[in-house]
């Protein structure tokens, strides 16, 4: 099964920097995008930013020019670099994967999203 890894996390204080580190294996089908939500205590789980295979990146307004997403399609990796953090960025972030499974011979197919299991990014203020 599709397994990936999250690396990163920790404490940081107001105006700080993180970089979080995914690691996906077992691909054994196309991967469509990648990226990262995240999750705060009693509050839904939302998109940070996402990559897909054409490079396009999509963030979430609050992240914009704080937030930089990266892939390395070759290696199944993907990074967000995270500077001037602000104590509403603490969350649970989780990495996924969006996988093409192709199912029949006249080529239809469909999408799945793999998680890993999360890092805590805490920003103290």
């Known amino acids: 099964q599709v397994q990936l890894v999250e690396s990163g996390g920790g404490l940081v204080q107001a105006g700080g920097s993180l970089r979080l580190s995914c690691a996906a294996s077992?691909?054994?089908?196309?991967?469509?995008?990648m990226g990262w939500y995240r999750q705060a205590p009693g509050k839904a789980r939302e998109l940070v930013a996402a990559?897909?295979?054409?490079?396009?990146?999509t963030y979430e307004d609050s992240v914009k020019g704080r937030f930089t997403i990266s892939s390395d399609s070759a290696k199944n990796t993907v990074d967000l670099q995270m500077n001037s953090l602000k104590p509403e960025d603490t969350a649970v972030y989780f990495c996924?994967?969006?996988?093409?499974?192709?199912?029949?011979?006249?080529?239809?197919?469909?999408?799945?999203?793999?998680w890993g299991q999360g890092t805590q990014v805490t920003v103290s203020s």
């Open positions: 077992r691909i054994r089908n196309s991967i469509n995008e």
């Open positions: 996924y994967v969006r996988v093409r499974h192709v199912i029949n011979v006249e080529g239809a197919s469909y999408e799945r999203d793999y």
């Open positions: 990559i897909g295979k054409d490079g396009i990146t």
